[in-house]
């Protein structure tokens, strides 16, 4: 008997977590009739301008959506569509040494970023993701620039990715 009621517990909870569409082993929350996505490109209007940032930017949020999610990819218009824009990109002095010298600086990228959602117009958004990287003052910027917007807009397409993905 107790057998049988285990079972049927069991396949009670499989049919409640398939028909689920917020539920995933991967942990995303994604609606299940969101079948696609698509990520415009993101043009960099910040004063200051890193060269391949807007591409890297691009790139990187396909990429995540594609290696942790079910999602299709489209050219645009997706279930999913990303647009938005790079608004910021300032190097600023961290930490003064005895000297008045700054001994770290800071490179802060922000961007903006809508998602549409048609079929789920609740979970849309659009908001600004900023993320940060100290970097020795002494070192020149040219020889870093690439490994710290490399980590930054890592992370930044990360807060995307749980904003959208995780509803965080």
Known sequence: ???ISSVLVLSFMA???QSCGFYSFSGTSIPADVES???GFFENRASLNSPLLSQTLTESLKQK???ETNLSITENS???DFTGYISNFVIAPVSAQSTDNASLNR???TVNVKLKCEKKPDIAFE???SNFQDFDANENFSAVEDELVK??????VQQVFNKAAINW
């Open 65 to 67: 959506f594609i290696s």
């Open 15 to 17: 049919t409640l977590f």
């Open 1 to 3: 008997m107790r057998l």
């Open 107 to 109: 490179l802060t990228i």
């Open 151 to 156: 980590e930054i807009t890592d992370m930044l």
């Open 78 to 80: 997706g279930d999913f």
């Open 37 to 39: 996505f698509s990520v």
């Open 127 to 129: 908001q600004n993701f």
